[in-house]
């Protein structure tokens, strides 16, 4: 093969007009085009599929090698286009010396747009033929200054993002909304959009996802997720802690934009002493918990099932205060259950007792109970059943799930009836920064129709219990995976309005609106704080209510302490909802 090149001039920010290659099967002429030209000024490289040369200078490298950021070091002063972008070609690149921030490279790659699903496309440069470094130790470009955000139109963020795609960008000042996950990122405001009445609440340092009207959402499009594929390691941040000099470049993997630091400074607080929770009832004749106990599985030996079943104990003794009943979900059988149980007793000489039922979940998990005999009584505990249950969880279901436990207790001559409930996630529904909300479409979320039917079984059988005796003590507890208000599209039928009740039924309260909206949270996902476990009573009951609080002891805090057995800290994903009542 023999190869030449039409020079127009190859200078710091200069190119090839053309660059010609000979094969035995003829000339190809590979066309010779700046980052911007590739990027051009829509969600589509115009150059998709073709073979180009192009040159910039190297930003960022991933900390595996298998990926570099090139930026033209000018740039065309033209805001609707990106000056950046991804190469991303592991097999070529791991053949040789790996490329540095600073050098200046001419490559000739295939232009592709990576896209997944409903995703957005990313720009890339892969299939990579030829690389050149014409210079090594180059100043970066100046990266953008990111100011303010949108707030809310995410189809105006999308538009913001997309033309910073593979750019350097700078944020002089931040602070963390989301603690750093098991995926290594945490998330981070602008400081000009950590701003009262935006959904950031600058008490709790959270970011809420929010409700601003019926069926309208404020999805929090501000939030800027920090990634950890350039970085050796992650950082481990959580809420209220301060993040200044940062600087990165424009990323969009797993459906969101990310920013992949280059450098950052990060100011952390110490972590607080137990119990972290803060209680605004006091102790009262009862205490029901909801609590996801995040993946307790029973691994007979090991040091993981050791470290979780301890870390879950201290939390009942330390910061639910041992609580006469829980709720739990994600519980693998009732043996691990006990287990627990046993743990709990021998630390606070109670006498807690576990029930769980094997359910229809493909992962095993199971809805349950444990309660102090020495304090509460359990009179009867089963699944439920009937079409309708059997039609929104069984295995001939949508999605198998997790039916409903339900278990009568008494405690000082009340029977309270309690059903568990664990509804079925959002995987499966489209992404928030996606081709729908690109196209200004509500993005579609197919797993909401089955927890409408979910909540729906499971407020028939309310109805049942109701009709029976009106005056009946009847609450509603779990993870419902859904929020307290109905999103876009949804119809006011949303699961929670379904379970709350319609027209003539006699309604249950969500005590969860009792709790101050800036601690109103019970798990972080990608920054937004938000509200999936509840508590829901009848009339009845709610006349006996003294207290409701959100323990926040897991949530706010990065993945990374789960794995500390001298603290109750992040033993869950999810803060527990407490709920005290005299009778």
Not at 370 to 376: F, G, I, M, S, T
Request: overall charge negative.
């Amino acid at each position: 093969m023999r190869i030449g090149t039409c020079v127009r001039a190859v200078a710091l920010a200069g190119l090839a007009a053309c660059f010609t290659s000979e094969f035995k099967g003829g000339e190809v002429q590979i066309p010779a085009v700046t980052v911007m030209d590739i990027q051009g000024a829509g969600p589509l490289s115009p150059w998709v599929g073709q073979q180009v040369m192009t040159s910039g200078i190297v930003t960022v490298v991933s900390a595996d090698g298998v990926q570099v950021w090139l930026q033209d070091p000018q740039g065309d002063e033209q805001p609707s286009t990106s000056d950046g972008i991804l190469v991303n070609d592991g097999d070529f690149l791991k053949r040789r010396p790996a490329p540095q921030p600073g050098d200046l490279l001419r490559i000739t790659a295939k232009v592709v747009e990576e896209q997944f699903g409903k995703a957005l496309s990313k720009t890339t440069l892969t299939d990579v033929t030829h690389l050149d470094v014409l210079s090594q130790g180059n100043p970066l470009p100046e990266p953008f200054q990111i100011t303010a955000l949108p707030d809310e139109s995410i189809q105006g963020a999308i538009e913001f993002w997309e033309r910073l795609e593979g750019m350097l960008v700078a944020i002089e000042e931040g602070v963390v909304v989301g603690p750093t996950s098991r995926f290594g990122e945490f998330a981070l405001l602008a400081q000009s959009n950590a701003l009262p009445g935006s959904g950031y609440d600058p008490e709790s340092q959270h970011l809420l996802l929010r409700s601003t009207g019926p069926n309208q959402v404020d999805y929090n499009p501000e939030r800027l997720l920090v990634d950890d594929a350039t970085a050796e390691r992650p950082t481990v941040v959580r809420p209220g802690d301060h993040v200044a000099d940062f600087v990165g470049v424009v990323d969009y993997t797993f459906d969101n934009w990310k920013l992949q630091p280059l450098h950052l400074t990060v100011e952390p607080q110490p972590l607080p002493p137990s119990p972290v929770s803060r209680r605004t009832a006091a102790a009262s004749a009862l205490s029901v918990v909801t609590f996801n106990l995040e993946n307790l599985f029973d691994v007979k030996g090991s040091a993981g099932d050791d470290l979780k079943l301890t870390k879950l104990a201290q939390a009942i003794r330390l910061e639910l205060s041992a609580p006469q009943i829980l709720v739990v979900q994600e519980v693998e059988n009732a043996e691990i259950l006990e287990r627990l149980a046993t743990q709990v007793n021998t630390s606070t000489g109670a006498a807690y007792r576990a029930f769980s039922h094997k359910s229809s979940d493909p992962r095993g998990i199971e809805v349950g109970f444990l309660w102090d005999a020495n304090r509460v009584e359990l009179l009867e505990a089963y699944q439920l059943q009937g079409p309708e249950v059997e039609a929104a969880f069984s295995p001939s279901s949508a999605s198998p799930g997790r039916e409903p436990l339900v278990g009568i207790f008494q405690i000082n001559g009340q029977t309270l009836t309690i059903i568990g409930n664990h509804f079925k996630s959002k995987i499966g529904d489209s992404p928030i920064f996606g081709l729908e909300s690109l196209a200004g479409k509500p993005f579609s979320r197919p797993t909401e129709l089955q927890r409408k039917a979910q909540a729906q079984a499971v407020r028939d059988f309310v109805n049942e219990l109701l009709t029976q005796d009106p005056n009946a003590l009847v609450l509603v507890a779990g993870d419902l995976n859904d929020f307290p208000f109905g999103e876009p599209g949804e119809g006011e039928d949303h699961p929670l309005a379904i379970l709350e009740g319609f027209g003539d039924e006699t309604p249950l309260t969500n005590l969860v609106n009792q709790v101050p909206e800036g601690q109103r949270f019970t798990y972080i996902y990608e920054g937004n704080a938000q509200v999936l476990d509840h508590l829901l009573v009848s009339p009845a009951l709610l006349e006996h209510v003294a207290g409701v609080d959100i323990l926040h002891f897991n949530a706010s805090f990065p993945e990374s302490l789960s794995a500390n057995s001298t603290t109750p800290i992040r033993s869950s994903d999810h803060d527990p909802v407490v709920a005290t009542f005299d009778f």
